[in-house]
């Protein structure tokens, strides 16, 4: 039998399955579903990252350097941002946009619903800035659920992966802005060497080399020519934020910034990461 788990972000109440009375839910808790409600905790350091408008961070401790690159696409595109055909371990992520467009502006999107699918342990997992729905089968052992009020939920898999979702939330009455969602993996070493997506292709580091410094427009961020995948760039040194210790204002994080959808460091091109539905195996 399967079950149906929902739990707000927004609220500190542990979860109720749905048709389950209150004299055995504590024995399908301890059964299927471990969730615990707990304080700032400490993270790896490798990092590849969803967050923002929305962009992408590739740190690289081995060489000490960080790539970081944007995407554009119109709001409610899914994009399959991690796909293991060996463990069949899933994440897709689909964009939002502000509430409303200022005339002549340009389009902000951000991650607004992450799917997460484990086909070998049976377990699928929808979160959106306001709940977090779990589909349960009788594997649902293997995975662990952490949740920080109003802040994040991390995910461990047994002998797989441990990632993080942060919600960033805005005030409920600005304009055009509206809450929305970072992804940060903080274990992927047990991924397949097979893992692709936008930024599973990343999991297992990428070669590159950077080149003939120039002084860019801005001063701060110099020019250079990379060397990446047979591919010869241009590319800007710049930051981009990482919220996971700070979800208010993130800190910043010195990178190797690709242009133009992250072309020629991302595999083929970003339309071959779109997907039709949130649960989309690939």
Same mark, same amino acid.
């Given at each position: 039998? *399967?079950?149906?788990?929902?739990?707000?972000?927004?609220?500190?109440?542990?979860?109720?399955?749905?048709?389950?009375?209150? !004299?055995?839910?504590?024995?399908?808790?301890?059964?299927?579903?471990?969730?615990?409600?707990?304080?700032?905790?400490?993270?790896?350091?490798?990092?590849?990252?969803? !967050?923002? *408008?929305?962009?992408?961070?590739?740190?690289?401790? !081995?060489? *000490? *350097?960080?790539?970081?690159?944007?995407?554009?696409?119109?709001?409610?595109?899914?994009?399959?941002?991690?796909?293991? #055909?060996?463990?069949?371990?899933?994440?897709?992520? @689909?964009?939002?946009?502000?509430?409303?467009?200022?005339?002549?502006?340009?389009?902000?999107?951000?991650?607004?619903?992450?799917? &997460?699918?484990?086909?070998?342990?049976?377990?699928?997992?929808?979160?959106?800035?306001? /709940?977090?729905?779990?589909?349960?089968?009788?594997?649902?052992?293997?995975? =662990?659920?952490?949740?920080?009020?109003?802040?994040?939920?991390?995910?461990?898999?047994?002998?797989?992966?441990?990632?993080?979702?942060?919600?960033?939330?805005?005030?409920?009455?600005? #304009?055009?802005? @509206? !809450?929305?969602?970072?992804?940060?993996?903080? =274990?992927?070493?047990?991924?397949? @060497?097979?893992?692709?997506?936008?930024?599973? @292709?990343?999991?297992?580091?990428?070669?590159?080399?950077?080149?003939?410094?120039?002084?860019?427009?801005?001063?701060?961020?110099?020019?250079?020519?990379?060397?990446?995948?047979?591919?010869?760039?241009?590319?800007?040194?710049?930051?981009?934020?990482?919220?996971?210790?700070?979800?208010?204002?993130? /800190?910043?994080?010195?990178?190797?910034?690709?242009?133009?959808?992250?072309?020629?460091?991302?595999?083929?091109?970003?339309?071959?990461? &779109?997907?039709?539905?949130?649960?989309?195996?690939?």
């Amino acid at each position: 039998m *399967d079950y149906a788990v929902g739990y707000s972000l927004l609220s500190s109440s542990y979860p109720v399955l749905g048709g389950v009375t209150d !004299d055995i839910l504590p024995v399908l808790l301890s059964t299927f579903f471990y969730i615990t409600l707990i304080y700032p905790f400490t993270l790896f350091l490798k990092v590849l990252a969803a !967050d923002g *408008d929305p962009h992408f961070i590739i740190e690289l401790p !081995d060489q *000490d *350097d960080a790539l970081c690159f944007n995407i554009n696409d119109k709001p409610g595109t899914i994009f399959n941002l991690v796909t293991d #055909p060996l463990t069949g371990f899933v994440v897709n992520g @689909q964009t939002i946009g502000d509430k409303k467009m200022i005339s002549g502006s340009t389009t902000h999107t951000y991650f607004g619903h992450f799917g &997460i699918i484990h086909e070998e342990f049976g377990i699928r997992v929808m979160v959106t800035t306001r /709940e977090i729905t779990v589909l349960v089968f009788p594997s649902f052992s293997s995975m =662990d659920l952490q949740v920080t009020k109003d802040r994040s939920l991390t995910v461990s898999l047994r002998n797989s992966v441990k990632f993080v979702i942060i919600l960033h939330k805005v005030w409920k009455e600005h #304009p055009y802005h @509206q !809450d929305y969602l970072g992804f940060y993996t903080l =274990d992927s070493h047990l991924l397949s @060497q097979r893992v692709h997506g936008v930024i599973g @292709q990343f999991f297992h580091g990428v070669n590159f080399e950077v080149s003939n410094l120039v002084e860019g427009q801005d001063p701060d961020k110099p020019d250079a020519i990379m060397f990446v995948k047979g591919h010869t760039l241009k590319v800007t040194r710049g930051w981009q934020r990482d919220f996971r210790k700070n979800v208010k204002n993130g /800190e910043n994080v010195s990178c190797w910034f690709i242009h133009n959808n992250g072309t020629g460091l991302i595999d083929g091109v970003l339309t071959d990461y &779109i997907v039709s539905d949130i649960f989309s195996t690939v």
